[in-house]
């Protein structure tokens, strides 16, 4: 099953909430951790829901991309292309 698919269901619940909630389906890293002031200028990750966490690359033929990772908060990486 592909990746798009996969997240299908999380995308229902994203857009369900931003028209219920007002909560964005994709947020800046500052949404979700306000008390963070280090994150209020990160402007080359964002978030997907409260959960996924994009570090895209924006350079062209770069292999490594930086990032900032929020302590106690994430499990791991997968590395998706879709």
């Not at 698919?5 to 949404?31: D, I, K």
Request: glycine share 4%.
């Amino acid at each position: 099953m592909s990746a798009k698919l996969l997240t299908v269901p999380l995308q229902y619940t994203l857009f369900a909430n931003a028209s219920t909630l007002g909560t964005p389906p994709v947020r800046a890293l500052f949404f979700e951790f306000p008390d963070e002031p280090e994150l209020f200028s990160v402007d080359r990750q964002f978030l997907i829901g409260r959960d996924i966490l994009i570090t895209p690359v924006l350079t062209p033929n770069a292999s490594t991309v930086d990032g900032e990772f929020q302590r106690n908060c994430w499990s791991g990486e997968v590395p998706l292309t879709l």
